[in-house]
Each structure stands twice: as C-alpha cells, then as structure tokens.
C-alpha cells in the first residue's frame, strides 16, 4: 500500500511540472498534446508569416514572395473593402502565392445595422508619430491571423485538442505550429528559422527573439543587454559557463518564462541599485514581476508558438492595445504578453555553440541582425534608402532640439537619447525608436570572416529598413528587396 502511494505522488510530480506552474501564476493549462519528443520535424510550411503594411507600402510585402513559396502569409491592412479586392486578385489562401489579406479596422460598415467590426470597432485612432502608424494594427495581427487561420481550417482549436489528449482521445496536427511577425520591410528566412525553432516545442506557451529593447526610465536600450528574459530550458548553465547562477546571466525557465524569472535576472544584473548603464529608474529595475516589460524590435520581429496565442480572447488583448496608445506595435505586443503572464525566451545562439560567452553578443544575435543586412543587400540598400535616412535623422534631431527647449522652459521634463522625450516617467507619443536593424559606422569591425560566415548561416531575417516617410521611393526598396528574396529562393532550391 505504501509503495503503491508512493508511485501514485512520483508520477504526478513528474507529469505535472508544467500545469502546476500555470495555475500558481493563475493561467489555464498551457500544454498539448504534443511533446517535444514525440512533435514530428518541423517543416516550412507549418509557418506562419504575418505582415502589417499600408496601400502604399504593399509592394515591399510582395517583394518577398520569391523567398516564402509554400508558407501560408497573412497580410493585414486597415480597409475592409481594399482587402476584398486584394483577396480576388491574388486569389487568397489558395493562389501560388499563399495570401490571406485582413482588414484590422471597417471604415465602411455600420454600427446601426449591427455588423461586427472587430475589436477596435469603425474609427481607427489618430497617429501622433510615422512610428505610431501602424501600431495598433501591428499589434491586433497575431491575434486575427491566429483566429482567420483557425477558421479556414478543418483543425479544431487547440483547446479542442488539448481537452481530447487530456481524456484520452487523439488530436489532429494544428494548422500550423510558429507564427513569425515583422515589419513589412523585413525577409524571412525560412530554412534558418526552421532550423531554430526546432529546438523549441510548439507544444509550449512560448514568444522567441533574441533582438529585444527596453525603456529605462532615461533612455532606449537597443539592442539592450538588460532585458527581462529568459534562457531557454534546455540550457544547462554548469556546463556552458562553469556555474549554475553565473552573474549577469539570465536563467532557464522551464517550461514557460515568466515575467517574475525575466525580474530576477534585472534585478541581479543591476545588485538591486538604480543608474548606471542600464539599470535606470526603479519602476524598470524592480523585482518579483513588478520590473518593466522587454519588446522585440519591429524589424527583427519574433516567433509565437500556436499554443501561446491560443491562450489569448482577441476582445481582452484589444482592450490591452487600446490601453497602450499611442505606441509602436511592437511595444504593445511585449506590453500585453507581459500583462498575461509571458515574456521572451531569448536563444542566446552564441553560447552553447561555444562563439561567446555573452548571451546579449550582439553579433550572434539572429533576429534583424545588421550584420546580415550589409551582406545580404549590400551597398544596394544604402544606396537606395541613404537620403531617406539621413532626413529621418535630421527630423530626428530637430524634434529633439525643440522638446528639450520645451522641457527647460518648463523645467519638468528630461531629454532621451535620441529624439525621446519623458515627463513625469512617461515617454511622449513623440518617442523614437532607435534603428536597431542598421549597420551603424564602424559597426561590424569586431565581427571578422567566421563570424559573418555563421550569422549567414543561421540569421532567420533581414530588415530592410525602409522608413515610414512620403519621401522614400517605395518601388526601389522593394527591388532590392525581391533581388534578395530571389537570390535567397535560389540559394535553397
């Protein structure tokens, strides 16, 4: 009776690791049916591209066609009756090129006449910045790509699945297993994306980027080596650095990371004090889960399990978009994963390949890697985009001159570095996020021969970089975009 009691208590504690983990943070059971050893190889096509762009910026979007044949691409824009239209040219999901057009927003439907315009009903909000464009929309499209994929498919949801392979019964494959999010500027990558998330179960609650940004409370960090993440769980700390909590270092979160472990590791890095290089304010440092949230940059973009989304009401994430305005919408994504309980698994692909003891490198970073930009557009992306550049900095400069004019007027606010503007410890709609995804000068000279060899290797994007602005030529970018993407197809046929 004894022994039978004690093999009863080892084989819970043994299967229930990761549903005791959920409802202590007070989440729903976050795992399927298909564990890691038993998920079979992940394929291209079970991959998810989901773009948000304008009219006028469509043509960078199908520019990458060449490199993403067979991957299912979501393409969200704002008018419903446009993406009608767009669906009967090109022939929607079912066309060669794989495309499902969304609208986010429905200017011409009625209220009166009761139709569902979604969550963010008719009227989209008004834009205070070129970076705030397509925030919203950015941020609502993980979430309606999720929900118009599950309804074009036979497969039930995945809570349907899980319930059948917790009582028993068998599950059918899920109509895709990574969802990949980005500008619209960016190139996916698609044989180097698979061969990363391979080693990550789908099957897990799960958001992956290893180019991620954080506001202190003075400044942007960008990349930032500061953010509040976690290392994945398959990394053992004893043997790649000698220790198993070596300072500084983020640690494995087993099987989902928390926004309390991603705390932790903030807090260490920066001995509980404020200031210094990254450490800013209180309210950024904390402890427990009451630190700041991390965001992936909008060009690096990042990768979302099917599990993670399926845990998400679309009417709740709405109302945490709607809370965070305005704002970049790759910031209100890191907002909203971080509200319900998620934050980054950060890759960290340097280190147990031995290439680095830094887990931050910035030169192993695979998401938007600058590096990798230079060597796959080469000089065809400066050439194209320089005067567009070098007007966005100028612009960048001015606005920064007249805010901190502002701000010695009235004495209550802090100049950012560069262009951002706080009052009172809250950033002005104004806020300019760095272009992290460029080369800056100089920027690439402690990255020698091997070290671009391996990037090439293993970088899962490239971001154009093609700014929000009426004075780029948007037909020339996505040119040297298609070469690319071209180039990339035949690289991998």
């Not at 469509?58 to 067979?70: D, E, I, K, Q, S």
């Not at 630190?291 to 599990?307: D, E, F, M, V, Y």
């Not at 901190?404 to 009235?410: G, L, Q, T």
Request: net charge neutral; aromatic share 6%; charged share 15%.
């Amino acid at each position: 009776m004894i022994l039978t009691v004690i093999i009863l208590l080892f084989g819970l504690s043994a299967t229930g690791g990761s549903s005791s983990v959920a409802r202590a943070a007070g989440h729903r059971f976050l795992r399927t049916s298909r564990s890691l050893a038993e998920a079979a190889p992940l394929r291209p096509s079970e991959l998810i591209i989901v773009y948000t762009t304008t009219p006028s910026r469509l043509p960078l979007v199908h520019a990458t066609r060449p490199a993403r044949r067979g991957i299912r691409t979501v393409i969200v824009l704002q008018d419903a009756r446009e993406v009608a239209q767009l669906n009967e040219r090109y022939g929607g999901e079912k066309s060669e090129h794989n495309e499902t057009y969304l609208a986010w927003i429905d200017h011409a439907s009625s209220a009166s006449a009761g139709v569902n315009v979604g969550p963010y009903g008719r009227t989209a909000p008004v834009a205070t910045h070129s970076l705030h464009l397509l925030g919203p929309a950015w941020a609502m499209a993980p979430l309606l790509a999720h929900a118009a994929v599950l309804a074009s498919s036979s497969t039930p949801p995945l809570a349907t699945a899980t319930a059948a392979s917790t009582s028993g019964g068998s599950s059918p494959l899920s109509p895709y297993r990574w969802m990949l999010i980005a500008r619209d500027d960016t190139l996916w990558r698609p044989h180097q994306v698979v061969r990363l998330l391979s080693q990550y179960n789908d099957g897990v609650a799960t958001a992956i980027s290893d180019h991620l940004i954080d506001f202190n409370g003075h400044k942007l960090l960008a990349p930032s080596a500061a953010a509040a993440v976690c290392l994945p769980c398959s990394f053992n700390l004893t043997e790649l650095l000698g220790r198993r909590h070596p300072p500084g270092v983020p640690q494995p979160s087993c099987p989902i990371c928390r926004p309390a472990s991603g705390c932790e590791f903030r807090f260490n890095l920066c001995g509980g004090l404020t200031g210094g290089e990254y450490c800013g304010t209180k309210r950024f440092l904390g402890s427990g889960d009451r630190c700041s949230h991390s965001w992936a940059a909008g060009g690096a973009g990042l990768a979302l399990s099917i599990t993670l989304l399926s845990y998400f009401n679309q009417e709740e994430w709405a109302g945490c978009v709607h809370a965070q305005r305005p704002s970049t919408g790759e910031r209100s994504v890191g907002r909203c994963l971080w509200r319900n309980g998620f934050s980054f698994t950060h890759p960290a692909a340097g280190l147990p390949e031995g290439l680095t003891k830094d887990v931050f490198s910035s030169h192993h970073m695979l998401f938007g890697n600058p590096v990798v930009r230079q060597e796959i557009f080469g000089s065809s992306a400066d050439a194209v985009l320089g005067p567009a550049y070098n007007a966005e900095a100028a612009a960048v400069r001015a606005a920064a001159a007249a805010a901190a004019a502002a701000d010695k007027v009235a004495a209550t606010g802090v100049v950012l570095a560069p262009g951002a503007v706080s009052r009172d410890g809250v950033e002005s709609s104004g806020i300019t996020v760095p272009a992290s995804t460029r080369l800056p000068s100089a920027g690439a000279q402690d990255c020698d021969r091997e070290c671009r060899q391996w990037l090439l290797r293993r970088g899962v994007n490239v971001h154009l970089d093609v700014p929000y602005t009426d004075d780029v030529d948007i037909k020339a970018a996505a040119t040297v975009l298609q070469a690319a993407a071209e180039g990339m197809a035949r690289a991998t046929d």
